[in-house]
C-alpha cells in the first residue's frame, strides 16, 4: 500500500516534470523555428555567369511552386494554367505548380508554410496580406537584387528606381513589385444622373478637397437632399484617412502619423491633430443638418455599395481614385458614375508594397524564379491568359481592342490583375478611357513622394498596444463618421486612446523611424 | 390536483416549444433567404417568406456542379471511412481501457488522457504530416488525423465499462477467444454508445475544414465543409479589409447574399437527413457516462 503510494506521487512529479519540459521543448521549437528559416540552409547561390537570357532549350526543367491569394478557386482555373504552362515551359523550360489560395486562408496557411520551411518558390507579399516587412525579419524571403538585374532586366529598368527604394529593407530589395497604382488619395464619386441633374461638376472639386474645403460640397448635397431625403453622404474614416496631409504609418485605425511637410519626421497622435478634430466637427455639422441619415445607418457597421445600387447616396468619399475608376464604380453601383480625386496624391510606401511577389529562401531555383517574373511582366499575352483566362471564350476583344466579357465568363474571372504581374500589362475593359495605364502611371510619377519612402512600420513590438487601440477606434469611429458624438464623447475617445497606449506606439514609431533615417 | 401537475409540464413544454423554435427559424429564413430575389432582400431585409420566389441562386452555385459534387463526394467518402475505422479503433482501445483485469490500464489511461490536453504545436505536426509522412494532398490526411480522438475513446471506456464482467468471464469459461469476446458480444452490447460515439466522429469529420485548409491544394480533394468556410471567410475577408488592399478590388464579384444562403443549405442538407436516423440511439447513447460505477 505504502509502496503504490509512493509510486503514485512520483509519478505525479514525473508528470509535473514532463509538463513543464514540454512547455520549455516548445517554446525552444518556436525559436528554433525561426532560427531554422533564417539560415539559408537551402539556397542556392544565383548561376553564375550568362548576363543574357539562356534559349529555353539549355535550361534544364523546372517546377516552380507560387502562392497566391485571390478570388480562387475558379471553376475553370486547370484549364487555364495548363495553357500557361504551355507557353511557360516553351519560354524558360519551366512549369508552374500553382497554389491559388483564397483571400481569407492564404495569411494563415502561408504563415504555417514558411514556418515548418517548406520549399516554394514564390508567395505573393505585402503589408496587407503575408506581412512584407514580418517576413524579411524573419528571413524567409531571398534578397533580389542580383536576380533582378541578371535575370529580369527589362522589368526591373521598367519600374521607377524610387519604388524599387521602399522595398528596400537594410539596403536589399526583398520584394519583386507588381508595378500597379500607388499614389493614394481617396475618390470621390457620385451616379451621373445626379450630378447632371443638379449641375454639379465633379471635376470642379477635383483635388481640392480636406477637412476645411468640405463645404465646396454642400451647395449640391443640399440640393439633392430636397428632393431625395433617402439619400446620404458617405464619408468613411477607413476610406479617407489619405486625404489628410499626413501619413498614417500603422493603418487609419491606430495612432502615429507623420505630415507629408514635415522635414523632422515627427510622429504624432492624428486623432488629436486639429485636422482631424475639424472633420469631426464637420460630420458633426452635417448630421446635425441631416446629410448623413445617420440614423439609418449606424446599425451597420460599415457602408457598402448594396446601399448605392438601392438608391441611397448621393455622394461617396471613399476607395481610392485611379485613373478609369468610374467605370469600377459605375459596375458597383448599377448605373453611370463619374469620379475625381479627392485631394493631391501622394506616393507612400504601404501604396509600393502593397503588392509584391517574393522569392522564398526555401527555393532551389531562384534564377528560374525570376525569369518567371520577368517572362510574366513583359509579356502581354501570357499575362492576359492568366488574368483574364482564354480569349474568346473567358473573355473578348471589341473592334477597337477593348476587353469585353466573353462567353464563359463566370469559368475564370479572379479580378486581381495587381496579383499577377505589372498591371499596365492588362487589357484595358470596355467603358474604360484607352490610355488609362498612361494615365495611372502619370499619376504614379506625379505623385509627391513621402518623405518616408522606403520605411515599413514593423508592428510587431507594439502588438498589444495596437490591438488595444484599435478596438478603441473600432468602438468610436462608427459615431464619429456619422457625426453622433459630440466633443465630449470625441475627448473621451483621445482619453481612451491614450489608455490603450497611444504614446508607445507613438514612440516605437519615432524610434523606428530614427532608425531608419540614420541608416540611409 | 391536476392543475398542479400540469402547470410545470406547461412551463416545460412551452420552453422547449420556444428552444424548438430558434433551432427551426434560422434554418426556415436561411431557405427563404436562399429562394428570394437579390435585389429585394437588400431594400427590404430578410423575411421568412421568399421575396420574389426563384431558383437562381441554385442556378448560379451549381453553375459548374462539378466542383460542388467532388467537395460533397470526398465529404461523404471521409465521412465514412473515416467513421468506420474510427468506431473500430476507439472501440478497441476503449474497451481494453475498461476490462478492470489489462496490466497496463492506468499507463495507457494517462498516455490517452494526456494527448486530450498536450499535442505537438501546429507547426511541428504541419512538419511531420507534410514532410515525413508525405500526406499531404491525399485523402488519408483527412481520415488519419481523427481516428483515434481522446475524448470519444473516454466516453466510450465509461459506457463499455457498465458491461458486467461476469460475462466475459463466463465467456472465457466457454472458451470464447478475445477477439470473438470483442466483436461478438462487446461490440453489439455497445450499441447504443457506439452509435453515439459514430454520431459524434461522423460529426467530427463532416464539419472539419482545418484540416484541409492545411494540407490540401488539389482542388478534387476539398470536402464540403472548407468549400462552405472558404467562401465565408473570403466574402468577409473582402467586406473587412478592402479599405487595407490595394485599389481596383472589385467587390462586385462577392457571391450575393442568396447564394451564399443556397450554399449553406446544399452543405448542410446531408447531415439533416443522417440526425433522424441515429435518433433512436442518441438519447440512450446520451447517458452514457453519466452514471460510472
Redesign the interface.
Known amino acids: 500500500m505504502v509502496k503504490r503510494l509512493k509510486l503514485y506521487k512520483s509519478g505525479i512529479i514525473a508528470?509535473i516534470f514532463i509538463?513543464m519540459f514540454?512547455l520549455v521543448i516548445?517554446a525552444c521549437?518556436n525559436s528554433n523555428?525561426k532560427a531554422g528559416v533564417s539560415s539559408p540552409e537551402t539556397t542556392t547561390p544565383p548561376a553564375e555567369g550568362s548576363s543574357s537570357p539562356t534559349p529555353a532549350a539549355d535550361l534544364p526543367p523546372v517546377t516552380l511552386s507560387w502562392y497566391f491569394p485571390g478570388?480562387f478557386?475558379q471553376?475553370?482555373?486547370?484549364k487555364v494554367f495548363t495553357e500557361v504552362n504551355k507557353i511557360v515551359k516553351e519560354k524558360i523550360n519551366a512549369t508552374i505548380d500553382f497554389?491559388p489560395?483564397?483571400?481569407?486562408?492564404y495569411d494563415?496557411?502561408i504563415k504555417?508554410i514558411i514556418?515548418?520551411?517548406?520549399a516554394y518558390d514564390i508567395a505573393f507579399t505585402?503589408?496587407?496580406l503575408n506581412n512584407y516587412t514580418q517576413n524579411v525579419a524573419k528571413g524567409a524571403f531571398l534578397p533580389l537584387d542580383e536576380l533582378l538585374e541578371k535575370y529580369a532586366p527589362k522589368s526591373f529598368a521598367a519600374i521607377p528606381a524610387n519604388f524599387w527604394d521602399a522595398t528596400r529593407v537594410n539596403g536589399n530589395i526583398y520584394g519583386y513589385i507588381n508595378y500597379?497604382?500607388s499614389a493614394?488619395t481617396p475618390d470621390v464619386a457620385t451616379s451621373k444622373a445626379l450630378a447632371d441633374k443638379y449641375g454639379f461638376d465633379v471635376n470642379s472639386i477635383s483635388g481640392k478637397l480636406s477637412p476645411d474645403t468640405m463645404n465646396l460640397l454642400e451647395p449640391y448635397i443640399q440640393a439633392v437632399k430636397k428632393d431625395h431625403p433617402e439619400k446620404a453622404l458617405i464619408s468613411q474614416l477607413?476610406?479617407i484617412y489619405e486625404m489628410f496631409s499626413f501619413e498614417s504609418l500603422a493603418?487609419?485605425n491606430v495612432p502615429g502619423a507623420v505630415s507629408y511637410n514635415d522635414d523632422t519626421l515627427t510622429v504624432f497622435n492624428q486623432f488629436e491633430s486639429d485636422e482631424y478634430k475639424k472633420l469631426a466637427a464637420v460630420l458633426r455639422d452635417w448630421n446635425a443638418k441631416g446629410y448623413l441619415n445617420s440614423k439609418e445607418r449606424i446599425s451597420k457597421k460599415?457602408d457598402?455599395?448594396?446601399?448605392a445600387?438601392?438608391g441611397k447616396w448621393i455622394m461617396v468619399i471613399?476607395?481610392?481614385?485611379?485613373p478609369g475608376?468610374a467605370s469600377?464604380n459605375s459596375?458597383?453601383g448599377g448605373e453611370p458614375y463619374v469620379s475625381a480625386p479627392a485631394s493631391k496624391p501622394y506616393l507612400t510606401t504601404g501604396g509600393i508594397v502593397?503588392?509584391m511577389q517574393a522569392i522564398s529562401r526555401s527555393s532551389k531555383n531562384p534564377e528560374r524564379a525570376m525569369m518567371l517574373l520577368e517572362l510574366l511582366n513583359t509579356d502581354k499575352d501570357l499575362f492576359n491568359l492568366l488574368n483574364f483566362g482564354i480569349k474568346d471564350d473567358h473573355f473578348g476583344l471589341n473592334a477597337e481592342g477593348l476587353m469585353v466579357p466573353g462567353p464563359n465568363q463566370?469559368?475564370y474571372?479572379p479580378?486581381?490583375?495587381?496579383m499577377f504581374a505589372s498591371?499596365f500589362l492588362a487589357n484595358v475593359q470596355e467603358g474604360m478611357p484607352k490610355t488609362v495605364w498612361e494615365d495611372t502611371i502619370k499619376m504614379n510619377e506625379d505623385a509627391e513622394p513621402s518623405k518616408l519612402l522606403g520605411f515599413s512600420f514593423d508592428a510587431e513590438p507594439v502588438k498589444g498596444e495596437i490591438g488595444k487601440t484599435s478596438a478603441v477606434f473600432g468602438e468610436f469611429y462608427r459615431g464619429i463618421e456619422l457625426g453622433v458624438i459630440n466633443e465630449t464623447k470625441y475627448n473621451e475617445f483621445l482619453s481612451k486612446m491614450k489608455d490603450a497606449g497611444a504614446d508607445k506606439i507613438i514612440a516605437e514609431m519615432q524610434k523606428q523611424i530614427d532608425a531608419w533615417k540614420t541608416s540611409k | 390536483m391536476s392543475f398542479r401537475r400540469t402547470l410545470p409540464q406547461i412551463l416545460i413544454h412551452l420552453l422547449l416549444i420556444l428552444f424548438g423554435i430558434s433551432c427551426i427559424i434560422p434554418l426556415i429564413s436561411i431557405i427563404s433567404i436562399s429562394l428570394s430575389d437579390e435585389?429585394s432582400i437588400?431594400?427590404n431585409g430578410y423575411s421568412f417568406v421568399p421575396q420574389g420566389f426563384n431558383f437562381s441562386s441554385y442556378a448560379y452555385v451549381l453553375?459548374?456542379p462539378?466542383?460542388l459534387l467532388s467537395a460533397l463526394k470526398t465529404s461523404l467518402i471521409v465521412s465514412i471511412v473515416g467513421t468506420l475505422i474510427s468506431l473500430i479503433i476507439t472501440a478497441g482501445i476503449a474497451y481494453v481501457l475498461s476490462r478492470e483485469d489489462y496490466k497496463y490500464k492506468s499507463s495507457l489511461s494517462?498516455y490517452v488522457f494526456f494527448t486530450m490536453l498536450?499535442n505537438g504545436?501546429?507547426?511541428?505536426t504541419?512538419?511531420l504530416i507534410?514532410?515525413y509522412l508525405h500526406l499531404k494532398n491525399t485523402i488519408w490526411v483527412l481520415i488519419l488525423p481523427y481516428l483515434a480522438i481522446p475524448w470519444f475513446i473516454l466516453l466510450l471506456r465509461s459506457f463499455m465499462q457498465k458491461i458486467p464482467h461476469s460475462i466475459i468471464e463466463s465467456c472465457m469459461i466457454d472458451g470464447a477467444s478475445e477477439l470473438r469476446i470483442f466483436f461478438k458480444i462487446i461490440l453489439p452490447l455497445a450499441k447504443p454508445g457506439l452509435a453515439t460515439i459514430g454520431l459524434f466522429i461522423v460529426l467530427q469529420y463532416w464539419n472539419d475544414w482545418w484540416l484541409s485548409?492545411?494540407y490540401i491544394?488539389k482542388?478534387s480533394l476539398?470536402p464540403l465543409q472548407y468549400m462552405l468556410y472558404?467562401?465565408?471567410?473570403?466574402?468577409?475577408?473582402?467586406?473587412s479589409?478592402?479599405?487595407?488592399?490595394?485599389?481596383?478590388?472589385?467587390?462586385?464579384?462577392i457571391p450575393a447574399e442568396t447564394a451564399r444562403m443556397a450554399m449553406a443549405i446544399l452543405a448542410a442538407g446531408p447531415m439533416l437527413v443522417v440526425f433522424p436516423f441515429f435518433q433512436k440511439y442518441f438519447v440512450k447513447g446520451l447517458t452514457v457516462g453519466a452514471v460510472k460505477g
Open positions: 508528470t509538463l514540454s516548445g521549437g523555428n478570388n478557386p471553376p475553370e482555373q486547370d497554389k489560395i483564397s483571400f481569407g486562408d494563415q496557411k504555417v514556418a515548418s520551411g517548406e505585402s503589408n496587407w500597379q497604382i493614394r477607413s476610406q493603418g487609419f460599415q457598402d455599395w448594396a446601399d445600387k438601392a471613399g476607395g481610392a481614385y485611379k475608376v469600377l459596375e458597383l502593397a503588392t463566370q469559368g474571372n479580378q486581381v490583375p495587381w498591371n | 435585389n437588400i431594400q453553375y459548374k462539378l466542383q494517462f498536450f504545436g501546429l507547426v511541428p504541419y512538419m507534410s514532410k485548409l492545411l491544394e482542388e476539398v472558404r467562401m465565408i471567410n473570403n466574402i468577409e475577408f473582402l467586406t479589409s478592402t479599405n487595407a488592399m490595394p485599389p481596383g478590388m472589385n467587390t462586385s464579384i
